[in-house]
């Protein structure tokens, strides 16, 4: 049996409110997307994520994923992520919303036992809530409780069924189940969980948060923490200017190295390297491959960040360390965490750039060079 994961994120999320749709804003150490993925990591055997067109440049900080444009409708970004998965031996798929970004591991795996004796299953919470009818602000009536269900995802079918139901079905669903059961579909309910919430509103970004935390507190989903630290030195050389984690500093000489010699995130991408235990930027990126000569360095550390998505680990924090006697860090400082963030996707406060002499001693010292190292904490999602 070959399982696949479609993630649906192809909507604009604007009761969230913000600039940027709610899957790809922060939540805790990461994304609402990236906590999305990572519950399906190890789970499945390939994930799809279906994303607004507009939203492509976001969509290619995801690694391990496959990616595919939606359209207008729901019905519509499924159908083309069904559509992805043609050809690939998947015989089961489920179907999730990326702003559920909290669902328990449990919740997945009991849709999956589900569907080793059934052809549809879905997780639900029953209706507990007395439920009332009303108009123009005012209780009309009451509703009858037995048997109501509220729904969530992720939403497991048999592929070839579930593309044969949307196939034939044209008119709008609330969700797969609906277009499942117009085809004739029986759909088992599983458990659902109050933490797989659809983060919808504003202040649902608070609820998740507290999830995280209360996961955090009680070692749950959060017990696999990894320490890295990175350490990298480059000699000054010719030049008006020097990169420092990110940004460009006016100066009378530059450093000098294969890419663009920026000694703060190289450090941090090995530091971030070294916690997933996978080797340096020199593995990943060979300075004898000739195109990576005179790199821009947030291609590494952007890698390296993905890297450790891809394997289910969020950034906690980092701290990067710059050691010079010039050029002075302290003006630049705010600028640099802030570049850091923007390449990470994560937020500021969980970034840190300092500097230090060394008092005239070394090669520093003697402003041959300048060095860095730089610690960065992970955790598993």
Not at 43 to 62: C, N, P, S
Not at 94 to 119: E, F, N, S
Not at 156 to 162: E, K
Request: glycine fraction near 10%; hydrophobic fraction near 45%.
């Amino acid at each position: 049996m070959t399982i696949a994961a479609l993630i649906v994120a192809a909507g604009r999320g604007t009761r969230a409110g913000g600039d940027t749709p709610k899957q790809w804003r922060a939540l805790g150490a990461a994304r609402v997307i990236d906590h999305a993925i990572a519950a399906f990591r190890g789970r499945v055997d390939e994930i799809v994520v279906v994303h607004h067109a507009d939203d492509l440049d976001l969509a290619r900080t995801l690694d391990g994923v496959t990616l595919v444009a939606g359209g207008a409708t729901r019905a519509a970004s499924v159908q083309a992520g069904l559509a992805a998965l043609a050809d690939r031996g998947v015989t089961k798929v489920l179907i999730h919303d990326a702003a559920r970004a909290l669902t328990p591991r449990g919740v997945i795996a009991d849709v999956i036992d589900a569907l080793g004796t059934g052809v549809a299953a879905a997780p639900a919470l029953a209706v507990t809530d007395a439920l009332w009818r009303g108009e123009d602000g005012h209780v009309t009536g009451t509703q009858d409780r037995t048997g109501l269900f509220r729904a969530q995802t992720p939403q497991g079918f048999g592929y070839d069924a579930i593309c044969a139901a949307h196939a034939r079905h044209d008119g709008a669903a609330l969700d797969d189940v609906e277009v499942a059961r117009a085809a004739g579909l029986t759909v088992t309910i599983t458990a659902g969980h109050e933490d797989n919430f659809k983060i919808t509103h504003a202040e649902d970004f608070a609820r998740a948060n507290a999830v995280l935390a209360r996961r955090t507190d009680k070692g749950h989903d959060m017990l696999d923490i990894r320490l890295g630290n990175g350490y990298d030195v480059h000699r000054f050389g010719a030049g008006d200017h020097v990169w420092l984690c990110g940004v460009k500093i006016p100066h009378g000489r530059s450093l000098q190295g294969h890419s663009d010699a920026d000694v703060g995130m190289h450090a941090l991408t090995d530091a971030i390297y070294g916690a997933l235990a996978q080797g340096d930027i020199g593995r990943h990126f060979p300075p004898s491959d000739m195109q990576w000569k005179g790199a821009e360095s947030h291609i590494f550390l952007r890698h390296a960040i993905e890297l450790a998505r891809s394997k289910g680990y969020a950034l906690m924090n980092c701290d990067v360390t710059l050691v010079c006697e010039y050029p002075k860090v302290g003006p630049h400082a705010d600028a640099m965490r802030a570049a850091l963030a923007d390449i990470m996707s994560v937020d500021l406060d969980r970034v840190s750039v300092k500097a230090t002499t060394s008092e005239k001693l070394g090669f520093t010292g003697r402003e041959e060079g300048i060095a860095s190292i730089a610690t960065a904490a992970l955790a598993k999602q």
